[in-house]
């Protein structure tokens, strides 16, 4: 089954079969080793999700409670490791597209996340010039709410600049859906939480 990982300039494609159960084979291609190796983890992470919720609504969790709280508890041990958000960094940010966490977008049937892998190059020079922009960094891709904790512990910690902190927003919608995607977007906010994650809402910004 493909599964697709979008960036900004080319898509990368992440062919995976499972066999007995466990094995899994992962081909990425073009993309550099340190960065298949994150997103060869990102695309397992997704495809795990979508083989246990096709059907009924992805965002309740009330028919499988058990796993669900481990897989939130498990995430939230992990997730750990990363630092308390830096105040004085996320709350200076007032652009989603200069946002450099972790960023959540909730929509009716999926969550879509975007995410930087962070710069190899430490060097200062040219940093978010022409020879290093972030779009080249940037990464997104969409998830199941069940797949959300696996998704996120399988970010590298380069991924989080401001800290334990994720930006969540709601995708637009017609009328007749805005009821259903508020139930998915206090359902994820809840999720984050859980994990021990700070939520910044930024549901109703003006970008």
Not at 99 to 123: A, G
Not at 156 to 180: F, S, T
Request: glycine share 6%; proline share 6%.
């Amino acid at each position: 089954m493909p599964v697709e990982i979008q960036t900004e300039t080319l898509p990368v494609i992440a062919d995976i079969s499972i066999r007995n159960g466990s094995r899994c084979i992962l081909k990425l291609m073009p993309v550099r080793c340190f960065r298949s190796a994150i997103l060869a983890t990102l695309a397992a992470s997704v495809l795990l999700c979508a083989s246990g919720c096709r059907h009924g609504d992805s965002f309740d969790m009330s028919g499988r409670a058990a796993s669900w709280n481990s897989a939130k508890a498990s995430a939230r041990q992990e997730l750990l490791q990363i630092p308390v958000p830096q105040k004085n960094e996320y709350l200076a940010v007032d652009q989603e597209s200069r946002w450099q966490n972790p960023f959540v977008t909730v929509e009716t049937n999926m969550i879509q996340v975007r995410m930087y892998l962070p710069d190899e190059n430490s060097s200062p020079v040219d940093q978010g010039g022409l020879t290093r922009l972030s779009a080249a960094r940037k990464h997104t891709f969409n998830v199941r709410l069940a797949g959300l904790p696996r998704a996120l512990v399988a970010l590298p910690n380069g991924a989080w600049p401001y800290g334990r902190v994720i930006a969540i927003n709601e995708q637009l919608a017609p009328p007749q859906e805005k009821m259903r995607l508020r139930k998915n977007l206090t359902a994820t906010i809840d999720a984050l939480q859980d994990m021990g994650i700070l939520v910044d809402d930024w549901t109703g910004r003006t970008q």
